[in-house]
DNA sequence: AGGCACTTCCCGCATTATGGGAATATTGTA
DNA sequence: TACAATATTCCCATAATGCGGGAAGTGCCT
């Protein structure tokens, strides 16, 4: 039976009486269609349903922006500089921490328990940001921290997507214990990655710290390259159910999956 | 002096009577101002000079749209997966060619000769895409074709910029030549590719081609790495005027260095 | 040449975005 | 803890602004 804090993630906790900008709106709808297939205004307007001369202008007004371009054949409309500039711009930390944040959030939602991010720094990860838990007891903000990546599952999912040259000579270097549980015995670690392979997934019970267990799947970028992981984490009491191991691993995985697609991640 | 073709980019073809739509302007004010730096409503409203009752009606849709994002302290917004993703979404080909597109046509517009774009592609540059002279006489489209980096100038540039021990395997096989003019012989080779890298440009005269001749400067990306080049060529007949080589090559490197800002570049 | 499809332009209408201002929430300060 | 200062959210009357039908212009294919 599903624990009472386990709910779908019905999301959308959304304000009030607030209208969307109408024009707006449709100019996003075009941008996601050129976003999906440049084409042109004609074109364009059959897939998002309005009026040509509507088309029109909106794109003549997103052109003027430098939004979209036309490519040199002059026939089909491309997203343009400006939209990319200011995706270049945007430093790769908070751009995977942006692309990601709807998806911590339902994530909270539907596990109750904190939800981060972190990235690879040489043999460390790094957290660089989580969405908390609405629960009144909870594991500290460990967000700018770096650690080991033996002793917890988002170092070791990531580890797990290495090469193996390079995961040998990570292992081949004496290994710190934090609790009694930590594994650093180098083929133990091994067999480990090779479950976070298998399942997607991997689990940690107190190995970084007394009442903490966590759970993380790895994250892929635009080329195929193991970019950071997805974490949840919670007091060891409470988290997981054992019956749900399996279960918010699974889940963890599906929303890891959206964050990587969304990240131009195609498998 | 100045041969007739010469001109300063004046550009701006703009259509006749068209009106832009208002709130898109709006809203991408917004998203530069938030690309340049995460802000809260009322500081966006003071930068961009608006009413906060409407910058907040601008920026609800903007996040309903998942253009923008609050960053997780809640209080400042920043650039959204919805942005984001469109941007990956595009391939990379396809977005140099967009985000260079407009300086293209600048750069057209003041040579008065054809202007190209190419990638690296193994030991080839693979031209990517380019914007025509408005001259009669004219080179045909190379749009497609890949040739041997060291008989043209957008592959020596590329080259002049790869680490030594590349350009040695580069140079260490039989090079085919496509004049009498191309240069094969490794040393020489070397001292152009220092020469590209002092002068931030190349010419080529009639060496890939009779009657063709070619300036190339080397364009980067985000990382810091060549991506490709810029070129333009044109009839050995008229171009370039023997004067103006360092003139033209200057102003090739001017515009290369936008696009390469416009790819997130920092020098 | 003729026809079809796409793009650009015009203009009157009312839908839609606008912004002043009040209410509420949040933060800083004593 | 209370109070002030600032930031955010909400409401609503107003008309400015975006809208879309349709005509004119352009280009392409057969």
Known sequence: MLPGWWQESNNLPKRQNVKTVQSIDRAFSLLEEIAREGAGISDLARSVNLPTSTVARLLYTLEDLGAIV???????????PALLTMATTVDPTQSLLAVAQPHLLDLVEALGETVGLS?????DVHYIGEADSPHPV?????????LPMHVV?????ILSQWPNDAVDRFL????????????????QIRSRLEVARRQGY????????????SVAAPLYNNTGVVMGALHS?????????ETMEE????????VAASISEALGYHP
Chains 1, 2 share one sequence.
């Open 119 to 123: 990235i690879p720094a040489g043999y």
């Open 172 to 187: 081949d270097r004496p290994l710190d214990r934090f609790t009694s549980k930590t594994v650093i015995d180098p083929e």
């Open 202 to 213: 991997l689990w940690a019970h107190e190995e970084f710290s007394e009442g903490i267990n």
């Open 70 to 80: 036309r490519t040199i054949d002059d026939t089909t409309y491309q997203i343009g």
């Open 233 to 241: 984490h919670g007091p060891a009491y409470r988290f997981p159910d």
């Open 153 to 157: 599952p988002a170092g070791l999912v």
């Open 138 to 146: 909870q594991i500290r903000d460990w967000t700018g921290v770096s």
């Open 247 to 254: 279960i918010i691993g699974q889940r963890l995985v599906q």
